[in-house]
């Protein structure tokens, strides 16, 4: 089991209902997509059709306030919409050119396609007559755009030619069906709730599909068998199966499903996720099927599932229920299997859970006090804990009563694995069959700590890790964390290709660890000469802020060379080491300097370095943003007229502030997928569910604070020049909608008639948010970007009219 937080996935939470308590939300090779420079980001009621699709929804229209003359591109597919997407797209082009005619695209296209690149793969089982681990992978590549889904066995997976069997092409399915189907992962039925599965050493027989229309969050559910390889019909066989919404859904069993689903009026949250959860059993409709928990219709989402951890001694199963009242805030509610009914956690509400064996696991993401935990400590925010869990749900029981008498016998005993300090915080864990892998950054370097489960299901003994942190990204998956200590070991940095090992949990601190190298990614972008190092800026309230720079060993500090500042700052999401492919070919090899700022807002030092950048405090990010910048300036790595910076989804937003907030600081500025209207982000698709993280601007908010940070409010009419910016979004992207990018560029081309304001815009028809749906896409889109940025630092642009 790989657990994962609020940490590092931003916007992409709420894409699982479940308590996460880490920052390791992907598995390695979803995170070297999600968190690449080059790849930024991270209802109908009718039966599934390969011919009717449901069109995006639209947004609130109603006005608010003062009247916006550019609300009409909030309209996502109107023919007025698209027909300004297709003409500022031909324009672009036109000024900019073709990006997939440059070496560029070429070079970059060839790495995202390559055959040498690691194939990371899930474990779903065992093979009955060989008793070989089955091993799932998803690829794509030039003769398989879409991809396709494909299984060996491990000791396939051990050789240099491993042998793969396709399981389901989604090229061919998406021709069959005629719709540009973009794969969005699965669900599989644990083989623990799975009557055919043949046990713990059998094999996953059913998975949950979710596919994307052209990479919108919104996805088709459609059950598939992994026996038969072929999707369970659902009208001749009774497979699950929903249409587009952003459904959330977990298997109970074989033949009941958990569902948050789009089944009507009400059924939706306001943010447009699950308002409610149906225990769905097979062979009846959704609709029929009995509403077992609920939420508001202002909360963000609700959901359901069911952790079996009864195999590991004095476990259980545990059913849990979340309602997300805001983006970090949640009630909680468990019930073990021998519990009538549901018991409400006594845990702060920004308080994330799990279950490992008889523990309850525990991240604190503010003071803890002894009144509230029934202990005699007081636990810091960031720290990771545990207890005996169900000497807390009865604790939680007692506390609900008021009975102080069951509460002292509650006895509770609290274990601390990790207490922050000024530099060092939690960002996740995942386990084993006996062993949990905590991981800390300490200034941003990463670290793990090994524990083993005590005799008899008992406390978490330390036996091993790193003595320090290291500039890098580690990933220690569980190669099945049911039966076997065995671990995919994934390490790299920002200009070492990834390693891929085979390891062993119980021979941690031995020569025997490392049981063998199973792949290795071969250099993507010459790294000769570089190097890395980490440099620390003063924000302007003194807080002192770090980056990592990367650039040619004995560089000249004369502010010559082309530079990159990269960030994100928000939704305690942290930036990291990892290799970077596409800034390497597109960047770096042509002598730039690249740069990450881990700025508040972010999760690089816990909860802390995010809550500071909320929402009234926002500012605090921008300014750490150009600190960095002019640090770089200062250093003389660069001078305003050769920075640019890049961002996408909040940074974009962040990107979006420095045109506006220090338009002299850079000479190119790319905004991507970004939200920059933010007297409306609330009423356009998720954006109700970010609240909490920036304000609500129907309220004082907007006055008090958020009018401050709002680029598409704030573009100053009585400059004469802006830096050359890029501006770039998807029209299939449901969850930041497509209108901040297009009302932005609207209103900069109106304002800025003869003004020395050169703005490009491109919108991609597909891509969802993370601005591509295949590699094509993801290399056009990353060439036209590094390549505009790269001629405006060596003022190779064309003149802009």
Request: charged share 25%; glycine share 8%.
């Amino acid at each position: 089991m790989m657990m994962i937080s609020s940490g590092r996935r931003a916007l992409f939470l709420l894409q699982s209902s479940r308590l996460i308590l880490s920052a390791r939300a992907f598995t390695p090779s979803l995170v070297s997509q999600a968190f690449q420079p080059g790849n930024l980001f991270l209802p109908s009621s009718y039966t599934f059709s390969s011919t009717k699709l449901s069109p995006l929804p639209m947004a609130n229209t109603i006005m608010d306030g003062e009247e916006d003359p550019y609300i009409w591109l909030e309209e996502v597919e109107s023919p007025e919409s698209i027909a300004f997407a297709e003409s500022a797209n031909a324009k672009c082009l036109a000024e900019l050119g073709d990006p997939s005619e440059t070496e560029t695209y070429k070079r970059v296209l060839t790495a995202l396609q390559s055959d040498e690149r690691i194939p990371h793969v899930r474990m779903l089982g065992y093979d009955k007559d060989t008793g070989d681990m089955l091993l799932y992978n998803f690829w794509r590549d030039a003769n398989s755009p879409k991809g396709i889904w494909r299984k060996t066995t491990m000791q396939q997976y051990q050789s240099a030619d491993t042998e793969w069997t396709t399981v389901l092409d989604l090229d061919k399915l998406a021709k069959e069906e005629d719709i540009s189907w973009v794969w969005k992962g699965y669900t599989a039925l644990p083989r623990s709730l799975d009557s055919q599965s043949g046990g713990p050493m059998g094999r996953v027989t059913r998975v949950l599909l979710n596919l994307s229309r052209g990479g919108a969050d919104a996805t088709y559910l459609r059950e598939f068998d992994l026996l038969t390889e072929s999707f369970v019909d659902a009208e001749n066989d009774d497979g699950f199966s929903l249409p587009e919404a952003k459904t959330r859904a977990s298997y109970k069993s074989r033949d009941v499903l958990l569902v948050g689903a789009d089944t009507g009026e009400d059924s939706m949250t306001s943010s447009g996720y699950p308002r409610t959860v149906r225990e769905w059993k097979r062979g009846t409709k959704i609709e029929d099927a009995p509403i077992v928990f609920e939420g508001e219709k202002t909360d963000v989402s609700c959901g359901q599932y069911l952790l079996d951890e009864s195999d590991r001694e004095g476990g259980d199963v545990y059913e849990v229920q979340s309602r997300s009242i805001s983006f970090y805030d949640r009630y909680t509610y468990v019930k073990k299997q021998s519990d009538d009914t549901f018991t409400k956690l006594a845990i702060a509400l920004n308080t994330g859970v799990s279950f490992y064996g008889r523990w309850m696991m525990i991240r604190v993401k503010a003071d803890w006090e002894p009144e509230d935990n029934g202990s005699d400590k007081t636990f810091k925010s960031g720290s990771f804990l545990y207890v005996d869990a169900g000497s807390f749900i009865e604790f939680s029981k007692a506390k609900a009563d008021g009975d102080e008498d069951a509460i002292k016998n509650c006895n509770l005993e609290y274990h601390v694995l990790f207490e922050p300090t000024a530099t060092t915080s939690y960002s996740g864990y995942s386990t084993t069959k006996s062993y949990l892998i905590v991981y800390i950054l300490d200034d941003v370097k990463e670290q793990l700590t090994f524990y083993k489960l005590g005799e008899g299901g008992g406390p978490f003994v330390q036996v091993g890790g790193d003595e320090q942190g290291q500039i890098r990204s580690v990933s220690a998956s569980p190669v099945d964390s049911k039966t076997s200590d065995l671990i995919l070991q994934t390490t790299s940095s920002y200009i070492s290709p990834s390693k891929l090992v085979l390891a062993d949990a119980n021979k941690i601190g031995t020569d025997d660890y490392m049981v063998s190298e199973l792949k290795s990614l071969p250099e993507m972008f010459d790294s000769s000469g570089l190097e890395v190092s980490q440099q620390f800026a003063t924000s302007k309230d003194g807080t002192r802020i770090p980056y990592f720079m990367i650039h040619k060993k004995g560089m000249k500090l004369d502010g010559s060379t082309p530079t990159l500042l990269y960030g994100y700052g928000g939704f305690e999401v942290s930036l990291g080491p990892r290799y970077v492919t596409s800034v390497g070919i597109s960047w770096l090899e042509r002598g730039g300097v690249y740069v990450e700022a881990n700025i508040r807002g972010g999760g690089e030092y816990g909860p802390q370095w995010h809550q500071q950048a909320l929402r009234e405090n926002r500012n605090l990010c921008y300014e750490d943003f150009i600190a960095v910048g002019e640090h770089l300036v200062e250093s003389k790595v660069c001078t305003p007229q050769t920075l640019a910076c890049r961002g996408g989804s909040n940074g974009g937003l962040l990107t979006g502030n420095m045109l506006v907030q220090a338009p002299d600081l850079f000479q190119a500025i790319h905004i991507a997928v970004p939200l920059l209207d933010m007297k409306r982000y609330s009423k356009l698709l998720a954006g109700a569910s970010w609240m909490a993280e920036y304000g609500d601007p129907d309220t004082d908010d907007w006055e008090n604070f958020l009018h401050k940070y709002s680029p598409y409010h704030n573009i100053d009419v009585s400059r004469d020049k802006y830096p050359n910016v890029l501006v770039t979004t998807s029209t299939r992207d449901d969850r930041v909608h497509p209108a901040h990018a297009r009302k932005m560029v609207k209103k900069l081309w109106d304002e800025g008639q003869g003004k020395e304001w050169p703005v490009y815009y491109y919108e991609n028809i597909e891509g969802g948010h993370g601005g591509a749906s295949d590699s094509r896409q993801e290399a056009f889109m990353t060439s036209l970007s590094y390549d505009f940025m790269w001629r405006a630092l060596t003022n190779a642009l064309p003149r802009k009219e």
